[in-house]
């Protein structure tokens, strides 16, 4: 199972890849946008924070040309190990298709259908990103998506994983584990959210309470 982090906010990713075991970290024009700092600075100081653990840049030209030229540039910046990220749609298979010969990692991301994945892995995409949220908004079942794209995968022995994004609760991100992803990618809050809630909090707080009810402020080391 791989967590990865749907920010480019550095003091969160410095935070969450302390506490958590993150997989990487996954960008895209709209949550750059989000950040104080110009294209390159930040995603390399991002990749100073997580080493060699997975980064997804977005490729935002309009053309196939265009987007050979941007994965050149972000692989010079940021290493050959960076997962090109590419919307599923024509240009983008063709882009998939020519950055795969030319031995990029592939995220083949804004999929909504089993059939863009499908198409994105028969290219040799590494991950197919459906956006779970946004697919629900639809009034689809994005769980039915994620697990159709699952079903096809495992059907013709695909290796191309599924990395599930565009999360608004946790639920959504169980839903996408329990229905065949391999990977999600969601905001840190999310994470949280998993492990912090008032119920933990009362369990806590009572065996703090017999804890000290017992031995007082000692902790076991000392006694
Ligand atoms: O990175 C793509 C995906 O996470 C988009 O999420 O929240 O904009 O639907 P959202």
Partial sequence: MEILLDT????????????????????????LAREKGDFFPLLEAIRELIGHKQLHVQLTGNTSEDMLKEAEAISRKLGKETYMKVPTNEVGIETMKRLKEQGYKITATAIYMPQQAMIAASVGADYVAPYFNRISNMNVEGKNVVSEIAHLFKLHHCSTKIL???FKNTQQIMDALMAGAEAVTATPELYSQMVENPMIDAAITG???????TYGGKRIFEL
């Fill in 8 to 31: 480019a906010h550095l003091e969160d990713i410095r935070r969450y890849h302390k506490i958590y075991h993150i997989t990487g970290v996954t960008s895209n024009p709209t949550i």
């Fill in 164 to 166: 599930a994004a565009s």
């Fill in 207 to 213: 065996f703090t309470a017999d804890w000290e009810k």
